[in-house]
């Protein structure tokens, strides 16, 4: 006696199959060479020097380089210790990041809300996961704000 598939048992593939793939970063990308260490400047404008406590503030992001590529992560990182050597264990304070897969170059506005009184630095920063696994950052130069009670 040969068994024929129930109707349930094609929806239950599709969602099985469904899952099996994701985009990965370079799948956007064309055939562009993949970016270095090199390729892209990052310059942060209209940073305010002075915010209140748990308030949004807001400032543009200008990533200029080249090539046109996807980026996973687009945002910026504050901490309380200024440093020349930029990283997320130093800038431990995250600002709301760009929610989806973004392409660059572009400018964008990135916003963010400190609640704690005092003298904070912040960076931009953007991230490119490639897919032979390697990760590269890129990073503003350090600005400072005041933040008031």
Known sequence: MRRTPSLLSV????VVFAGCTS????????????????SYRLTAEDMPSLV??????????IIEGEPEWTSDHIGGHFGNTSTDQPSTAVYTGACFHA?????VPDTFEITCRINEPG???LR??????L??????????DEEFTIVAA
């Open 11 to 14: 929806p239950l593939l599709l």
């Open 23 to 38: 985009p990965g970063p370079a799948d956007d990308n064309g055939d562009s060479e993949p970016p270095t260490s090199d």
């Open 52 to 61: 209140s406590a748990g308030e949004n503030f807001t400032y543009t992001l």
């Open 99 to 103: 929610p989806t897969l973004r392409e």
């Open 119 to 121: 003298t904070w630095y």
């Open 124 to 129: 931009g920063h953007m991230r490119i996961a």
């Open 131 to 140: 897919d032979d696994g390697q990760v590269l950052n890129w990073w503003t």
